[in-house]
């Protein structure tokens, strides 16, 4: 067996909420004249920190979000993942059927990531091995999420595959000394082959790599 742990990240890779992330987005923000389509929006802001995505939404677009702008994209978002998220296909197939350790770890906050695998079934897989970005501090590319995860599960970062699906959760697993494989769904799969990572398409390879 090549890995003794696997370190899941959220969302795109167990949930596929960033089809809603991204549309909350764009809704909100062409309230402020910003106008982006959803391609541009999922090339653009998949994998950055929230607040990332607003200093770049801000500069690129010349506009000032209203301080409460998060309160409202947290209060969509939760309305739009309560009633339409789902689980990533074969995922569940995938932990049901593991015979190691596993955690997630995602730049997203606790509540998001528990409102998200409750509502698709996945909870209970991981309930007591969840690790948010936001009670650390320290978001991706920072590897600090990824290697308090594999801590917890008494592992060294070499004994670990890390599952992402964007380069910013590519890098912060690289600068862990994480292995790493990317779950290309919604995405042009290029940008990672071309600097040598591996990707797949079914959630199924996980039961043959491990």
């Known amino acids: 067996m090549k890995y ?21 987005f ?16 999922i090339k653009t802001l998949t994998g950055k920190a ?21 309160k409202q994209f947290r209060q969509k978002t939760f309305e739009a993942f309560s009633n339409d998220i789902q689980p990533i296909e074969g995922i ?5 059927n593991l015979k190691i350790p596993f955690a997630v770890a995602s730049n997203g ?4 990531m528990e409102l998200n695998l409750k509502t698709t ?14 009670d650390l501090q320290a978001w991706k590319p920072d590897p600090k999420v990824f290697v308090t995860a594999a801590e917890h599960l008494g592992m060294k970062p070499s004994e ?9 959760g590519v890098v912060a697993a690289q600068n862990g000394g994480f292995d790493v ?20 398409h079914d959630m199924k390879e996980i039961l043959d790599v491990v």
């Open 109 to 112: 906050p606790m509540s998001k």
């Open 160 to 168: 670990c595959v890390v599952i992402e699906d964007s380069m910013s």
């Open 26 to 41: 764009i809704e909100l923000f062409s309230a402020y004249g910003a106008k982006m389509s959803y391609d541009h929006a």
């Open 4 to 24: 003794k742990a696997i370190i899941f990240d959220c969302d795109g890779v167990l949930v596929d909420s960033e089809s809603i992330t991204m549309n909350v």
């Open 92 to 96: 569940k197939e995938v932990v049901s």
């Open 181 to 200: 494989m990317v779950y290309v769904g919604h995405q042009d799969e290029e940008k990672f082959t071309s600097k040598g990572i591996k990707v797949f």
């Open 50 to 70: 929230f607040d990332q995505i607003l200093e770049y939404v801000e500069e690129e677009y010349q506009i000032t979000l209203d301080d409460d702008f998060e």
């Open 121 to 134: 079934g996945l909870y209970p897989y991981f309930e007591g091995n969840m690790f948010s970005a936001y």
